[in-house]
């Protein structure tokens, strides 16, 4: 059993605290949304949790190993999905896909279509990403979840710009995900319908203190 | 290794599509260098002295004008912290990404510098070794490149930064190519500068990607 955890971790930008003491257990199969008001760090726990930020204090363990001992193992086992969709405008939809693929070490020709498929999104995959709406863009990179299986789902606002059918499609991409054993994290300011999703509200790790004392900011 | 060729062949293929940043360094290089014969006057053994010095000088500035964008369209559109995240380390998917640099803009000036020293009156004895010392030199300089490239991410007036950055690191290259191609014209051994070349090169490859590496982290935090 995969166990993925958070012990009092503190958030800096800057000199800004952005929360402070923050923990959480997450275990395969597991889901934890994030909720809280614009700027309460879901994006920051989410960079945090896949290594790109390193955190001022505490410490985050998979199955009991700190991520930092070994950042290759962690990257290996995690997808993130951010703000931004990482499209290549002049190439096509599927050529944007297969590298990702080939990147993963995933066979593109056989990845690839599947992935598009699970979007809704086949009948695009020869045309140039320029010419995608941003619905399809998103959607374009949420199929980058699909492409090979990871443990680990750090999904930043996945629903942004997606209509009902697609939340759908990845309510259930989400749900096949955490059914074969991964974990998801996802922040959202909409109710995504998740079933058996524990909940982490960012309000109540707000730093109240602002600024961070110097001894645990070290 | 599998990543690696990934990125490699993505930037191959986005450079041929997009087509223009290979063709506008080798147009840069070129008028750079025919502005040397009209400011400096039509004088061929004038022409044919400083034609080394010239050639790589406005090879370096042909390079320092494309390096601003290596990184910079993969950070703006979040494929940067894709990148940083997936299996490969951050120091391959570096070297892929100065490879196809080089390919795309390295090889093109190595293929107009004969063409120029010709236009130049550069001795034909020089030819050679203007060919070689720029196949040691150019992947250098996308190499010392990228540490800047990667340092200026995220900051305003990037190309100035770039400049002040990084022209100071291409000195030695630039002092040992023209010596290289300068000794062979006065017909001495060319063995020396080109072994600090060559030393330089692989001082370069071995360091650079984990300064631009650390750069890109940084960046991305």
Redesign the interface.
Known sequence: MDRFEGTSLDCLRSTRAVFRGLDFTLQAGGALVLVGPNGSGKSSLLRLM?????QAAGRLAWNGTDIAEDP?AH??R?R?L???????P??TAA?NLA??A????SDPDTAVTPALDALGIGHLADLPARFLSAGQKRRLNLA?LALAPAALWLLDEPATALDAETTDRLRTLIQKHRDAGGMAVISTHSDLGLSGAATLDLAQFAARGGELNQDTAA | MIGFRAILMRDLRLALRQGMDSALVVMFFVIAVVLFPLGVGPEANILARIAPGVLWVAALLSVLLSLERLFHADFEDGSLELLALSPPALEIVVLAKVLAHWLVTGLPLIVAAPVLAVLLNMPADGFGLLLLALLLGTPTLSLIGAVGAALILGSRRGGVLLALLVLPLFIPVLIFGVGAVEAAIGGFPARAPLLLLGAIFAGALALCPWGAAAGLRQALE
């Open positions: 896949s290594g790109l930020l390193p290759d990257r290996g995690l993130y951010g703000h931004l969709d990482a499209v290549k002049a190439l050529e590298f990702w080939g990147l993963m070490g980058r």
